[in-house]
């Protein structure tokens, strides 16, 4: 599974439960999604360590990106 890593101190609103993850939060996607394809698979979203946040949709094409 592709991982997407949030920046340091941008977990917070995962941690509290708010729905979506804002493009500037993320510090990286652990591999190149597919551009077509990207919005149909699933990733996991972690903190800046590696520990586990949420699962989530990705769309690199948008400012609310997971």
């Not at 708010?18 to 500037?24: A, E, M, P, V």
């Not at 993320?26 to 591999?31: A, G, K, N, P």
């Not at 394809?37 to 997971?66: M, Q, R, T």
């Amino acid at each position: 599974m592709q991982r997407i890593f949030v920046k340091k101190g941008r977990e917070k609103s995962l941690l509290m439960k708010h729905q979506w993850l804002f493009s500037g939060s993320i510090d990286r996607v652990e591999s190149n999604p597919d551009r077509d394809n990207s919005i149909d698979k699933l990733y996991e979203i972690v903190d800046y360590k590696g520990d586990f946040l949420a699962f989530g949709s990705y769309n690199p094409k948008s400012k609310i990106a997971v």
